[in-house]
């Protein structure tokens, strides 16, 4: 495994201990030698304080310059036992980033820098051969508890930034499901509404050019508005409370159309006043999904042709069966000149159709021939 080096901030508390902890080092390193340097060799004891002074202030570079700053300060080490706090708490930094590169060569420093102040120790009554493992386990001691620090460190780093990825996961697939619900909201307030809207737009452009309508001809169109009104509030009140149900429109909740009710969807658009001829196979085998899908297909192709063609016959055709697939079609040729409608051509409702076909494992396509004819068309997978 790689080391990283791992430094979190650290506040006025850790400054605080870290330093009283060098302190205790220090002084339990000076304490024999403090008074016979301040008997027997003054300038040594001022050496000694001014060199252990500036390892205390060396070593708030520890972290910028961590090599460096742990070969200088145990440099140092060789003729100062006050430097022994410092010394320690840099081969303990250097440690954590847990680079056996950098740590060998700062802990065999280490080590003979121990060994010559004890062999210069004018106090030091023990034998070499209780010093050197002394000194060797205590260099040890100090490695291994920089790497322990290191390794914490690394791991908790690596279980924070899992926390953050995981966070932004989440965040992420919140986004997609709003992203989703409103795609679905669209698509169901457009399949539903258009329709509706469209009959009543085509019905109140009547009203507003034709100046020959009858009193009984001027109310029939006027009722027309009114039922599809109506219905539009009623279908608006179904959507919403299908979408509030629960999440997805793989098997959304009743009231929802089937190929059963394209005859009445047919009718009701012959009665707006469409030319509409249709070729339908049996509707009652066809399962409830793709009989929904084509539902939506050939309604949306009726309220094309009602806004962007309302003087053209449209043609219908749903035909299919187990193991071939159920393909809907709706065909009407354009239109010449200006269309009735003043409404744009968003496009909006062919992209949800695209998505329904696509969830249902189909394909839609829409083009327009050299007939000079628009076709909408998609194939739906219908298992044998």
């Known amino acids: 495994m790689i080391a990283v080096d791992y430094q979190p901030p650290l506040s006025w508390w850790s400054h605080t201990w870290r330093y009283a902890i060098m302190l205790s080092i220090s002084a339990a390193a000076w304490a024999e030698a403090f008074a016979w340097q301040w008997d027997h060799d003054r300038w040594w004891f001022w050496t000694d304080l001014g060199i252990g002074v500036f390892t205390y202030v060396l070593i708030a570079w520890r972290r910028s310059f961590p ?17 022994a706090g410092p010394a320690t708490l840099a081969l303990v930094s250097l440690a954590t980033r847990r680079r056996w590169r950098e740590i060998i060569p700062v802990g065999i420093l280490s080590l003979i820098g121990g060994l010559v102040l004890e062999s210069f120790n004018p106090v030091n009554n023990d034998e070499f051969a209780f010093t050197i493992p002394f000194i060797v386990a205590i260099v040890a001691v100090t490695v291994g508890w920089g790497m322990y620090i290191g390794s914490r460190r690394e791991l908790l780093a690596t279980l924070r930034e899992r926390a953050n990825i995981s966070e932004a996961a989440q965040a992420a697939k919140v986004e997609q499901a709003r992203t989703a619900e409103r795609a679905q909201i669209a698509r169901e307030m457009h399949d539903v509404l258009a329709h509706r809207i469209s009959l009543v737009t085509m019905h109140a452009g009547a009203l507003t050019y034709r100046t020959d309508l009858s009193a009984d001809e001027m ?5 027309v508005i009114q039922d599809n009104s109506h219905q539009a509030m009623v279908e608006l009140r179904e959507v919403l409370g299908l979408l509030r149900d629960g999440p997805g ?7 929802q159309p089937s190929a059963t009710d394209l005859p009445a969807l047919l009718d009701e658009a012959r009665q707006a006043g469409m030319r509409v001829e249709s070729q339908l196979i049996d509707l009652d085998g066809i399962p409830e999904t793709l009989g929904r899908t084509a539902y939506r297909v050939i309604q949306e192709g009726l309220t094309n042709a009602r806004k962007h063609a309302p003087n053209t016959s449209v ?5 299919g069966g187990p193991g071939d697939g159920l393909k809907a079609e709706v065909r009407n040729p354009l239109p010449i000149g200006s269309k009735l409608s003043g409404e744009p051509e968003s496009g909006l409702g062919l992209i949800g159709l695209a998505e329904r076909a ?20 998609t194939w739906l997978p219908w298992p044998s």
């Open 315 to 319: 043609n219908v055709s749903l035909e």
């Open 219 to 223: 109310r029939a169109t006027a009722e």
């Open 249 to 255: 429109d793989s098997a959304p909740e009743l009231p």
């Open 358 to 377: 696509a969830l249902a494992g189909g394909l839609l396509t829409h083009r327009v021939t050299p007939e000079h004819e628009f076709v909408l068309s």
């Open 67 to 83: 090599v460096p700053v742990a070969v200088v300060i145990n440099a140092l080490s060789f003729v100062s036992f006050s430097a």
